[in-house]
C-alpha cells in the first residue's frame, strides 16, 4: 500500500534552514506529481509546494515563495523541501502528499486530490 514516510523536523532558530525529508513506497513515485502540506493545531491544512513527476515544474505558497525550495530524486524515491529564512509562521506539522492522477501536469492544490499524506513531522521555529 502507499506509503510516505516524512523526516528531518525538529526545532530551529528563527532565520535558520532545515531540509525535510518523505520517503515514498507502495506506488510508482516517479509517475505522480507530489505536494507538501503544513498543519498547525486548530487551523486548516496549508498547503506549501507542489512539484510535478520530473522535478522540472515546481509552484510554491506566496507565504513561502523564495524561502523555500522543493526537489525530489526518483532514483531514491524520495521528495525534499528545503526551508530557509525560517520564522515562527513556519511552525507546523509538515506532511508530503502523492496526487491522486498519473499523469504529467503541475497541478494545482486540491486537497480532494491529495489525500494521501504521511505521519507528518514537526517544525517548530524558535529561540
Do not use: H
Request: glycine content about 10%; aromatic content about 12%.
Amino acid at each position: 500500500q502507499v506509503q510516505l514516510v516524512e523526516s528531518g523536523g525538529g526545532l530551529v532558530q528563527p532565520g535558520g534552514s532545515r531540509r525535510l525529508s518523505c520517503v515514498a513506497s507502495g506506488f510508482a513515485f516517479r509517475n505522480y506529481a507530489m505536494a507538501w502540506v503544513r498543519q498547525v493545531p486548530g487551523k486548516e491544512l496549508e498547503w506549501v509546494s507542489t512539484i510535478d513527476r520530473t522535478g522540472g515544474l515546481t509552484a510554491f505558497a506566496d507565504s513561502v515563495k523564495d524561502r523555500f525550495a522543493i526537489s525530489r530524486d526518483n532514483a531514491k524515491n524520495t521528495l525534499y523541501l528545503q526551508m530557509n529564512g525560517l520564522n515562527s509562521d513556519d511552525t507546523a506539522v509538515y506532511y508530503c502528499s502523492k496526487y491522486i492522477f498519473n499523469n504529467g501536469e503541475l497541478p494545482i492544490y486540491r486537497p480532494q486530490e491529495f489525500p494521501k499524506r504521511g505521519q507528518g513531522t514537526q517544525v517548530t521555529v524558535s529561540t
